[in-house]
């Protein structure tokens, strides 16, 4: 059992170019979400996710994209990435309301990203 | 709409004293709240949640919080702090006719002097 697991770890982008932030768990959760965390703002909701097929914007949605085609993966799409980008994305992930006492969040271990 | 606030950027304490990282949260309806701890380069661990019951919760490592419904707040609190106990302390918020995803605090750096 891996828990959520965030690819790469580290990376490094020009400005103008995309990737994809991927993100895995084994624990058959229902809800995952991204995150971004910049010095003195917190965590900050990009997108989340109910369930495959479902997602939904967060409080800073603009320039990502992400799908739920499996239970398992959440990837994150930076279209055409920018310096203001240049942050460290969470993955969480946790069991839907109603099968647990509303359960907490388990995170990955964090993609840092630098946009130059 | 759910928000919560975590007043201190940074929280000094000498070892073996007694430590409190302060959380006041503002929602609609009843609050689901919840101490997360980050340590430098991780992710996110849970470490206890407030949902019903007794105001007191008891958590890992030896940390516990109280739910004060009348001052909207849910502190955090070790009665004997340990250098490793240094980290970044997030209070986050969610209820249980809301957003399925909780909101976080900006988080609070706990330094813990030997």
């Known amino acids: 059992n891996a828990g959520v697991t965030q690819t790469p770890k580290f990376q490094v982008l020009k400005t103008g170019q995309s990737m994809t932030l991927q993100c895995a768990q084994d624990m058959n959760h229902e809800y995952m979400s991204w995150y971004r965390q910049d010095p003195g703002m917190g965590l900050r909701l990009i997108h989340y996710s109910v369930g495959a097929g479902i997602t939904d914007q967060g409080e800073v949605p603009n320039g990502y994209n992400v799908s739920r085609s499996t239970t398992e993966d959440f990837p994150l799409r930076l279209l055409s990435a920018a310096p203001s980008q240049t942050s460290v994305y969470f993955c969480?992930?946790?069991?839907?309301?109603?099968?647990?006492?509303?359960?907490?969040?388990?995170f990955g271990q964090g993609t840092r990203l630098t946009v130059v | 709409a759910q928000s919560v606030a975590q007043p201190e950027d940074q929280v000094n304490v000498a070892e073996g004293n007694p430590l409190t990282v302060k959380c006041t949260y503002s929602?609609?309806?009843?609050?689901?709240l919840f101490w997360y701890v980050q340590y430098p380069n991780r992710g996110l661990q849970f470490l206890l949640k407030?949902?019903?019951?007794?105001?007191l919760v008891k958590g890992s490592y030896g940390f516990e919080a109280e739910f004060n419904k009348s001052q909207t707040s849910f502190h955090l609190k070790k009665p004997s702090a340990l250098v490793s106990d240094s980290a970044l302390y997030f209070c986050?918020?969610?209820?249980?006719?809301?957003?399925?995803?909780?909101?976080f605090g900006r988080g609070t750096s706990l330094i813990v002097h030997p």
């Open positions: 929602v609609s309806g009843n609050p689901y």
């Open positions: 986050a918020v969610r209820t249980s006719g809301g957003s399925y995803i909780p909101t």
């Open positions: 969480a992930s946790r069991v839907a309301s109603g099968k647990g006492m509303n359960t907490e969040a388990f």
């Open positions: 407030y949902i019903t019951g007794d105001n």
